[in-house]
């Protein structure tokens, strides 16, 4: 049994508590013990306000890579993609694991004991396998594991070009660059994971399902991928609606958004996340409650690839639930993406308030556990998974917080850089503002240029 | 003569250089030496990438007690103008200058060099002058001399309570919060005001003209504030079109634009600053281009507030120069309040690289102090003001950075926590993370928990 001692705790609700100690044993939370105002003999005190662990729920850890190398150009969406699959173009599993880590290792440096890794560079350039087809998947699991964080290996199906209305099916055939994020077909996508889930899952590491989105994936196959992550009750994560042009040609090509195709392939319930839903419909969105589906918003990244601002009101009044994802890295601070989520909707609707601080705080922990298929996380609970992270008010940007705002200081101020300790499973992961084990900044230093210069 | 050696420094254009001498002397930058691959014998080194000093062109130093503190309700910008009011209250010479002391000192932290303190509270509670009249404003000057930045303050003309159709003159009486605010008349405030300048203008002190709006002031007066300003060669600042409801009832009230008013008034030149201009109309735009005025935007305060997006693109493209500020300190960190400029853009365009990185940092840096009326300051050249700050690329933030991106870097990726130095008029002011006079957290700790109790 090991003790920790928080001079302040986020428990649920509006606010946080003073003088909380939390007992683990087993990577669980035993107990919680309110009124401490000391702490007691032999526990680790952790000074600032301690919150459950962050969840990342939508990553790309390659895009790490393309931090600050892509803003200047005028352009769209679809110009910075041929950027980042020029990145993709040069990652086999050795330089892979290596810059994972160091963008896993960045996340728990955040704050962030869980990350939904969505995979989808599976094979050689060119599109055949590695001797284990799983090679690179082996890696990510590897990097989250050395980096000492939770992973959900979000496995994505992928098979087709992007629409193509003049096409026989409707869809183009893959580019040369999408060759290898391609199994063929949804079967041998299946055959694989299962491999991949023999393989790695464990008490940190899970594998779900994810289309990658209904540009690449056709109905048919949807329905199929959705199936096998019912029947594995897996987590089913697919991008949706980030971008104008997607709703247009699936509308075109299908006679239905991007949503409607999901829902009517039988890809839309309770485990379902989807990703970004920025230009979701009225009716998406009331079709999206009524699932009672979970949205993940990336704001910093919807900003940042001119998406557009997704209608989290909407989809929270509908039903959905809400988690956010740091997505490609343009920054790695879950506390700025929450925020995001406000304040987004603060400058369309000219209103403050939207989603109350504790709704907020709920999207950052949770509700991002619960999407990532790991119900148990999340919250600072007995039975709980023991993941916990502490920041310190005494930064500039958090001193002349109290009790009573502490919890709303830390959603609308704190930076990433206030994160102080983060524990994963009863493990120490961060201590004192640095990783217990990784470099972080060399090792990027390092892979970064080799790989962007390739 | 004192030198600096910098790893990287931004000198203007798109890239930073690497290897760059600044010889400083009286307060100025005698020389720039190129090509300078290591430190020379008797220079700091200065590891990471150095920028001219931010210039933060609109603060209100008082709102940093609000932190934190109003974010849980949902309302508009006219309820949180209420809880602002409630901490204008209670200040006084003393504890304002220990408040913005460390709000000053905070800005430091973050990289700024000069600060624009648009100032209004000038007198007691209920409106009777302090023994000196300028009481408040000498503890603003005396807090940014304690802190080390330079300041200019925009001391401000507020004579009204607001629009009022139906009141003789289309003016509301002030409410009583607003009574210390007023000087009774614009020759009242420039009586005083020149005391001021005589008592505080020195090296780092300038003394510049505000109005607060067109709502709390008429057109006539708005004239004669702008003549004292021309007169005096000082900058001139006015709020206008933050919110939707001041365009409306000053048109109600004057048939015209804010922005018009302003214009017809003789307000509208070079050195004028339009703080906001969210809600700026199309024949707006076009007046504040051919005046070549100046705009500040204030995004993260915008955000918080519910103001909205403001026309950034429009207005540089009609020729005015763009300027930030962190006013109302929901967070202080110029790098995401510039970012913040061109990712509102993105979101609204859904276009990338509207504003490229050299406009954008140009905003952070000179296009600030020129707003402030320190035209040789914000660059790093021969004969300009040795204000500079340094940033440490070694956090998890900006590793992976190189030469060729890390100006980009910098705009898009770095928190104020990545802030290493910072001269200000040759003197260090931030060595090695830490300010060099202040604790800053132990002192907001302990006046701020005081302002809001009161």
Redesign the interface.
């Known amino acids: 049994m090991t003790s920790y001692w928080c001079e302040l705790a986020w428990l649920g609700g ?1 606010r946080a508590t003073q003088g909380v100690v939390i007992e683990v044993a087993g990577g669980r939370i035993k107990a919680i013990v309110s009124d401490q105002l000391a702490p007691p003999p032999g526990a680790t005190p952790l000074r600032g306000l301690t919150l459950p662990a962050l969840a990342n729920a939508h990553s790309h850890a390659f895009h ?2 393309l ?3 892509t ?7 679809w ?2 993609r041929d950027l980042m699959y020029r990145v993709a173009a040069v990652l086999d599993p050795d330089n892979y694991h290596r810059l994972a880590r160091a963008a896993f ?2 996340m728990a ?2 704050g962030i004991g869980v990350v939904g890794e969505f995979h989808y560079i599976h094979h050689r350039p060119g599109g055949d396998a590695y001797d284990d087809p799983n090679a690179m998947g082996l890696s990510l699991a590897a990097a989250a594991r050395d980096a000492g964080i939770r992973l959900t290996l979000l496995d994505a199906l992928y098979l087709h070009g992007g629409f193509a209305a003049d096409a026989p099916f409707g869809y183009a055939p893959l580019m040369e660059e999408q060759t290898r994020f391609s199994d063929g077909s949804v079967t041998e996508w299946a055959d694989r994971v299962d491999d991949l889930a023999a393989m790695i899952a464990g008490p940190i590491t899970k594998v779900g399902a994810a289309v990658h989105s209904v540009r690449a994936v056709d109905p048919t196959s949807i329905g199929t991928a959705a199936r096998w992550a019912a029947g594995n009750q897996a987590p089913f994560h697919v991008h949706v609606s980030e ?2 042009a997607e709703n247009r040609q699936c509308f075109e090509v299908l006679g239905r958004t991007p949503i409607a195709v999901i829902s009517d392939a039988g890809g839309l319930g309770p485990d379902t996340t989807l990703i970004h839903a920025t230009h979701a419909s009225g009716k998406d969105i009331v079709m999206v409650g009524e699932a009672g589906a979970i949205c993940c918003l990336c704001p910093t990244t ?8 997704g209608p989290s009101e909407a989809l929270a009044a509908a039903g959905a639930r809400l988690c956010v994802g740091s997505d490609s890295h ?4 879950l506390f ?1 993406e929450t925020r995001a989520v406000e ?2 909707q ?2 369309t ?6 989603h ?2 504790e709704a907020l705080a709920e999207m950052a922990t949770r509700n991002g556990y619960r999407s990532l298929g790991w119900k148990e996380g999340g919250c600072l609970t007995p039975g709980s998974l023991a993941d916990f992270t502490t920041i310190g008010l ?9 009790t009573a ?2 919890l ?6 704190a ?3 206030d994160v102080h300790h983060l524990v994963v499973g009863g493990r120490p992961v961060v201590v004192g503002g640095n990783h217990v084990s990784i470099d ?3 090792e ?2 390092a ?3 080799k790989l962007m210069t390739s």
Do not use: M
Request: glycine share 10%; aromatic share 4%.
């Open positions: 509006p790490r890579a931090r600050g190398r803003q200047d150009e005028r352009g769209t969406f110009i910075w290792a960045e440096l955040a971008q104008p919807e900003r940042d690839l001119a998406d557009g601002i343009a920054v790695v601070d700025e304040l987004g603060r400058v609707k000219l209103e403050r308030g939207v109350n601080t005494d930064s500039v940007r958090l001193a002349g917080a109290d705002n502490a709303a200081s830390a959603i609308f101020a930076s990433g850089a972080i900044a060399s990027l230093d892979i970064i240029p």
